[in-house]
């Protein structure tokens, strides 16, 4: 894939870790995982399902809004800062949502969020309690005050992942429409707004795998990671959820997404990229979970490191190259 062109800022410095000797695989996890422990706060239990970005302030060279439930065991978010993107200054506090309409301010819960640069702000998105799980959104320009905006949807909803830049002039989100349970079923869909307030236009992506085509994604999916645009399409990280014997197991695998019409799927992996295999993945609050939220990338190098929630408790992360995976997504395309 010679051609592949990937876009994105450059990001020379981003983590890496070479493939170990001997390797075949597409995606190989970071030796020193987990990299962020569930009690680096003083009130965390748990520190997983987080969302990174690259970040220039003062020493720092990355932000991002992580999920730190509680030991009241209440779920919460909160801003931190790396230097390196491994090891992260996360703030004790909070985050401070300001602006919002008081029908929506009401802090209830908030958990798994995504962070996403479109023109010159950071919009962060979350499953947030109104009635039920729904979408948040909010903008910074400096990870410190976040403006709350209107909830993308009504309940139930999780997993909204905006595109990194406007589609046919309008935003664009992916999400999956649920339950206000643990949600034993899940498609994605994709909608459009064009003032990041008013959303429409809803369009649907991918539904599971049947179990005989592939297990490991036949009970339901969600959008991982911010869409990585590349001249072969988008490239969506997304997990998937088989129902065992002994509980949900959490993968997760990659898709291919039509540039000018997302809800279009070019190619999907049968097999996953990450499964539970570790110790930190296969133990904790929820066991066998490996869960993506976020990525940085390379477009130069084609290099890629993404960070994912390991058993609902610690945070790791692994990393390969896009064009590989792009390569790995279409020679095991199940459509």
């Known amino acids: ?10 990001m020379p410095d981003m983590p890496w870790e070479d493939r170990p000797a001997g390797s075949k695989e597409v995606m190989w996890r970071y030796s020193a995982n987990p990299i962020i422990p569930r009690d680096a706060l003083s009130t965390s239990n748990s520190i997983f399902n987080s969302a990174v970005i690259p970040f220039k302030k003062g020493k720092y060279n990355y932000a991002g809004v992580f999920r730190c439930d509680d030991t009241n065991r209440r779920m919460r978010i909160h801003a931190a800062f790396s230097v390196d993107g491994i090891k992260w200054d996360i703030c004790e506090e909070d985050f401070k949502l300001v602006g919002a309409d008081p029908e929506i301010a009401e802090w209830v819960y908030g958990y798994d969020p995504r962070v996403a640069k479109i023109d010159d702000k950071y919009y962060v998105t979350w499953c947030n309690g109104y009635h039920g799980p729904t979408i948040g959104i909010a903008w910074t320009d400096d990870f410190e005050t976040f403006h709350q905006l209107e909830n993308a949807f009504i309940p139930f909803n999780r997993n909204g992942v905006l595109f990194p830049r406007k589609i046919n002039g309008r935003f664009a989100m992916l999400s999956r429409p649920s339950d206000n349970g643990h949600t034993a079923f899940g498609d994605i869909f994709y909608s459009e707004s064009p003032d990041m307030e008013f959303w429409g236009r809803h369009r649907h992506v991918m539904s599971p795998a049947a179990f005989e085509v592939s297990a490991w994604q036949c009970m339901k999916i969600g959008a991982g990671p911010v869409p990585i645009e590349t001249s072969e399409g988008w490239l969506l990280l997304y997990h998937g959820v088989l129902r065992s014997c002994n509980g949900y197991v959490y993968a997760f695998g990659s898709a291919l997404l039509d540039l000018d019409q997302p809800w279009k799927t070019i190619a999907r992996s049968g097999p996953y990229l990450i499964s539970p295999r570790e110790i930190y993945e296969l133990t904790g609050d929820v066991p066998n979970v490996t869960f993506p939220c976020a990525a940085l990338h390379d477009p130069a190098t ?12 610690v945070t790791g992360l692994a990393f390969g190259y896009i064009p590989e995976i792009i390569d790995f997504t279409k020679k095991n395309n199940i459509l």
């Open 1 to 10: 894939m010679n051609n592949l062109k990937i876009v994105g800022p450059a």
């Open 302 to 313: 084609g290099r890629v490191a993404v960070y994912y929630g390991c058993a609902d408790t």
